[in-house]
């Protein structure tokens, strides 16, 4: 079992950056493959950035190609997300999961953990 802890969300201008961390517990966190996902209101929770549990290979939504970045730090149980030229719809509350599995997926139920989520706000 694994716990997720997401951090480094706040309010920043269009165009600004932020980067998200999620510290994961336990020793086996390199048996996981990692996934980011947002749910804005009224909308469903949706995929944002996902990475193998070799860090590998990394794969993105289409809306943040180019402007998001994921990686992972196995030493340190981390996960990143690295997000520039950020938009006023990235406005979300922004989870990190977990998944037993060499590769990520970009549906939410195939994931077994997830974190607390943590609030990204993009004004005009």
């Known amino acids: 079992q694994v716990q997720l802890v997401d951090s480094g969300g706040g309010l920043v201008q269009a165009g600004g950056s932020l980067r998200l961390s999620c510290a994961a517990s336990g020793r086996t966190f390199n048996m996981y493959a990692m996934g980011w996902f947002r749910q804005a209101p009224g909308k469903e929770r949706e995929f944002v950035a996902g990475?193998?549990?070799?860090?590998?290979?990394?794969g993105y939504a289409d809306s943040v190609k180019g402007r998001f970045t994921i990686s992972r730090d196995n030493a340190k149980n981390t996960v990143y997300l690295q997000m520039n030229s950020l938009k006023p719809e990235d406005t979300a509350v922004y989870y990190c999961?977990?998944?037993?599995?060499?590769?990520?997926?970009?549906?939410?139920?195939?994931?077994?953990?997830w974190g607390q989520g943590t609030q990204v706000t993009v004004s005009s």
């Open positions: 999961a977990a998944r037993i599995s060499e590769v990520y997926a970009t549906t939410a139920p195939t994931y077994d953990y």
């Open positions: 990475i193998t549990r070799s860090a590998g290979i990394t």
